[in-house]
Antibody, heavy 122, light 112 residues
Framework: QLQLQESGPGLVKPSETLSLICTVS?????????WSWVRQPPGKGLEWIGE???????NYNPSLKSRVTISVDKSNNQFSLKLNSVTAADTAFYYC???????????????WGLGILVTVSS | DIVMTQTPLSSPVTLGQPASISCRSS???????????LSWLHQRPGQPPRLLIY???NRFSGVPDRFSGSGAGTDFTLKISRVEAEDVGVYYC?????????FGQGTKLEIK
């Protein structure tokens, strides 16, 4: 069964860079799926940050595009998120997610990590 | 961006009774491949969201058949035929037709 696990610092200072890694187990990241990051401020709704494919192709939310980099590391079956120049507004649970695809298109965000709370504070 | 609007935002229901949540998108969610990329997610307190329904009406693996999805174009509905205690939490609709992917505000289902 596919599992995703986020890792990284739970506390980041304002103006610094938030860096998270998602480790995928139970299946290859080099499959016909896209890999996304989604965030959720405590008590609030969901926001899609962006996605990557194993080729390195990416798509980003324009609202964050100037500050976000998502990359893939096939050798370690991981993908990562970097968000620079963070502020308190970036405090949220960050989830890594698989957007499953088959020959008929997207099957939805079918596998989620447990999430990691990242707090931006000095 | 495609705006996803859910109603109601809160839904108190009695155990064993049906529940219904509506989701409206600001643009059609029909993609040029003919598929409609509308999904429903459920999030229990303290847990990540989980996929319930994809492409309007397809139940994800392991989802009970009391959950059903319907709709077309810009108007969609999630129905629970008989609410059980484990169904509490927040339900989100989501579109993956175009970037950026967007979610509804969430509908909180609680037991009366």
């Amino acid at each position: 069964q596919l599992q995703l696990q986020e890792s990284g610092p739970g506390l980041v200072k304002p103006s610094e860079t938030l860096s998270l890694i998602c480790t995928v187990s139970g299946g290859p990241i080099s499959s016909s799926n896209w890999w996304s990051w989604v965030r959720q401020p405590p008590g609030k709704g969901l926001e899609w940050i962006g996605e990557t494919y194993h080729s390195g192709d990416t798509n980003y939310n324009p609202s964050l595009k100037s500050r976000v980099t998502i990359s893939v590391d096939k050798s370690n079956n991981q993908f990562s998120l970097k968000l620079n120049s963070v502020t308190a507004a970036d405090t949220a649970f960050y989830y890594c997610v698989r957007d499953a695809f088959d020959g008929s298109g997207s099957l939805g965000f079918d596998s989620w990590g447990l999430g990691i709370l990242v707090t931006v504070s000095s | 961006d495609i705006v996803m609007t859910q109603t109601p935002l809160s839904s108190p229901v009695t155990l064993g009774q049906p529940a219904s949540i509506s989701c409206r998108s600001s643009q059609t969610l029909v993609y040029n491949d003919g598929n409609t990329y509308l999904s429903w997610l459920h999030q229990r307190p303290g847990q990540p969201p989980r996929l319930l329904i994809y492409k309007i009406s397809n139940r994800f693996s392991g989802v009970p058949d009391r959950f059903s999805g319907s709709g077309a174009g810009t108007d969609f509905t999630l129905k629970i035929s008989r609410v059980e205690a484990e169904d509490v939490g927040v339900y989100y609709c989501m579109q993956t037709k175009q970037f950026p992917y967007t979610f509804g505000q969430g509908t909180k289902l609680e037991i009366k």
